[in-house]
């Protein structure tokens, strides 16, 4: 396999992997803006615009977009995140010029149309509807909202129906025009493809994008405050979400924050999982986290239990952080370490998975890292890194809590801030 990349004139980049063993390719458009590059009064228009642009072009109508890549077998699709959004396909490597030209058409030429646009907005406000529903969104939700208080990074992805109902075509432009330029998309393509052959079909058929945004693309500082935001409701189950400010990409910590979340609850053999869920039974649900943004981080343990469960739940998470900044041993270390490389290296039997694997690569680092270079990184991580990053991450910095369900034997928000001290004492849970 073989990863090549072409920078084109327009300032388009175009990366392929080709997989000769393959009869399909898996390719799409990666754009380095997501919720987080909306203004103040654009909250929702990103995800609204990922809707919109299979909504019709000025040569393809929505219905034929979407049987032109059905006709031959092919799906594709688009997902907006906080800080990206993409659109993929997956088809038979005969036909990547044709899933190449429909992801150009949607890109370059949606017409928005003002019916087609009304319709959309009232499927969103039934997906808004449905996560609401869902306690397991709702929590994640309102953690982000209260780590980063009145921020954009904190603010949710759908946007909220007020704002959804909002917006006009005009407005979806003004953020397309601002945040889909070259300098910003990547286009990649992993599978049965040709890099010489796949790079001119790009060059032809998106040539229109712009090269310069039309205003200042929107990124403001990141600024973890932490926070406390509850919600009870008549559920069967509590859904708790413990955090802290985690490591941005380029921090020296990131693959190290990468380590302790597995080690604490990266699988069934990690801490949380064997003393919370296997020895005390006291959770369904456990595991923890380690998200990655451009200037800040989350790491987050997250647990589903009976709310008579919560008076000892959190005692026996927060001991466990704690024994985490005293001893991590070897053994967990390299189990870690095996845990991700296995998961790299089965992510790159799949094209899907490799493609988008290459392309967030390329919107962090600029390049494609090679298997070695992520592993070298890994290989210098220490127990002594481990445990003294635990130390700051869970005791230095204020926490975040989010929960939902029958709340009414939580501990309150001042006895979780004092157990996550390095003078507390630790909380014993009866065994």
Not at 79 to 100: F, N, Q
Not at 354 to 365: D, T, V
Not at 375 to 386: A, C, K, N, P, S
Request: aromatic share 6%; glycine share 8%; with cysteine.
């Amino acid at each position: 396999m073989k990863v090549e990349c072409t920078r084109l004139p327009s300032g388009l980049t175009v990366v392929t992997e080709t997989m000769p063993h393959l009869e399909s390719v898996a390719l799409g458009v990666w754009i380095k803006s997501g919720s987080r590059n909306e203004t103040a009064d654009e909250h929702g228009i990103a995800h609204l615009l990922e809707h919109m642009a299979f909504k019709g072009t000025a040569r393809r109508t929505a219905r034929e977009i979407a049987e032109e890549i059905e006709n031959v077998g092919g799906e594709v699709n688009a997902a907006t995140s906080t800080e990206t959004t993409s659109y993929y396909a997956r088809v038979l490597k005969d036909h990547v010029p044709l899933a190449t030209d429909i992801l150009a058409d949607i890109l370059t030429e949606s017409e928005f149309d003002e019916e087609e646009l009304s319709r959309e907005k009232h499927v969103i406000l039934q997906e808004i509807g449905a996560a609401n529903d869902t306690p397991d969104d709702v929590i994640f939700d309102k953690f982000s909202e209260a780590a980063y208080r009145d921020q954009t990074i904190g603010r949710a992805i759908l946007g909220t129906p007020e704002t959804v109902m909002s917006f006009q075509p005009e407005q979806i432009r003004t953020y397309l025009g601002r945040n889909y330029t070259t300098d910003r998309m990547f286009v990649v393509a992993a599978g049965a493809v040709d890099h010489s052959d796949f790079v001119r079909d790009v060059e032809k058929r998106f040539s229109s994008l712009p090269q310069t945004p039309s205003a200042p693309p929107v990124l403001e500082v990141a600024n973890y405050t932490g926070g406390d935001v509850r919600e009870t409701r008549d559920l069967m189950d509590a859904q708790v979400l413990l955090g802290f400010e985690g490591k941005a990409y380029h921090a020296r910590d990131f693959y190290c924050s990468q380590i302790l979340a597995n080690i604490l609850g990266g699988g069934m053999s990690s801490r949380l999982f064997q003393e919370v869920r296997e020895h005390r039974g006291l959770c369904y649900s456990v595991y923890a986290f380690h998200w990655g943004f451009s200037d800040t981080g989350i790491f987050g343990i997250h647990a589903a239990t009976g709310g008579e469960n919560l008076p000892e739940l959190l005692p026996v998470i927060i001991e466990e952080l704690r024994k985490s900044a005293d001893r991590i041993d070897q053994q967990e270390i390299d189990r870690a370490r095996a845990q991700i490389r296995a998961q790299l290296l089965m992510g790159q039997e799949s094209p899907a998975a490799r493609a988008g694997q290459i392309a967030r690569q390329m919107m962090l680092y600029g390049r494609p890292i090679p298997n070695d270079e992520l592993m070298e990184r890994l290989q210098g991580i220490t127990v002594d890194r481990l445990t003294d990053l635990a130390g700051r991450l869970f005791f230095d910095t204020r926490p975040t809590l989010s929960a939902i369900g029958p709340l009414d034997q939580l501990a309150s928000a001042g006895d979780i801030i004092g157990s996550l001290t390095r003078s507390a004492q630790p909380q014993r849970a009866a065994s």
